[in-house]
């Protein structure tokens, strides 16, 4: 079965500290990954995406993350966060029906705490 | 282009009654979802349509929720009766393909 793992319910950084929020997945084909965030009040909003190509991707806000298929992971990294990063993060992969067409499969989240 | 709405941004009701949420989906999207959080929960899928038709429902919890998407554009998604456990954030999503974009969700609460 597709599952979406966040092994950290929360996370606490500096600012300025470099962050890595942890993905792994399962999914029997090639996955399609990406990664939400979550402010405050705010709705889910798309940081980056992977669909094939270069594992390393870049997305919004500084944010980058890495596909390694060898470990079902899709980690999320920032070199230097900001006071504005804090939010839940949530790690998801699009999973496609028996009747085609996709669903997203979340993860639990991971709620990022930035302290000064 | 405006992205996914959703309609209202809050609702706060009380055990027993009806209420109907409201997405409408980014114009030419054939496809549109319905997902929902409940309180330290994770965010689950609840159906799927395409165009006006549910092409999967097996998220839905039970009978007393009702999705519609009439003529295929804007979706309805009603609770009735709504119970304690309705409570949560139900996000509407569309997409073309396989990326789908979200709504801002709206937060009902059931007291």
């Known amino acids: 079965a597709q599952s979406v793992t966040q092994p950290d319910i929360h996370i606490t950084v500096s600012e300025g500290a470099s962050l890595e929020l942890r993905c792994n997945y399962s999914?029997?084909?090639?996955?399609?990954l990406f990664w939400y965030v979550q402010s405050p009040g705010q709705g889910l909003q798309l940081l980056l995406k992977?669909?094939?190509?270069?594992?390393l991707v870049q997305g919004i806000k500084g944010f980058e993350a890495e596909f390694k298929r060898s470990q079902s992971s899709f980690n999320l990294r920032k070199p230097s966060v900001h006071w504005s990063d804090a939010a839940e993060y949530f790690c998801?992969?699009?999973?496609?029906?028996?009747?085609?067409?996709?669903?997203?499969?979340f993860g639990a989240g991971t709620r990022l705490f930035v302290k000064a | 282009e405006a992205g996914v709405t959703q309609f209202p941004s809050h609702s706060v009701i009380e055990k027993g009654q009806t209420v109907t949420l409201r997405c409408d989906p980014i114009?030419?999207?054939?496809?549109l979802y319905w997902y929902r959080r409940v309180m330290g929960k994770e965010i689950k899928f609840l159906l799927h349509?395409?165009?006006?038709?549910?092409?999967?429902e097996s998220g839905m919890p039970n009978n007393r929720f009702l999705a519609e998407r009439t003529g295929g554009t804007y979706s309805t998604l009603k609770v009735q009766p709504a119970e304690l456990e309705d409570s949560g954030v139900y996000f509407c999503?569309?997409?073309?393909?396989?990326?789908?974009?979200f709504g801002p969700g709206t937060r009902l609460t059931v007291l």
């Open positions: 999503a569309s997409s073309q393909v396989h990326e789908q974009f």
């Open positions: 999914y029997g084909a090639t996955p399609y």
């Open positions: 992977y669909f094939s190509g270069d594992t």
């Open positions: 998801a992969v699009a999973a496609r029906f028996n009747t085609g067409g996709f669903k997203t499969i």
């Open positions: 114009s030419g999207h054939d496809n």
């Open positions: 349509f395409v165009k006006e038709s549910k092409q999967d």
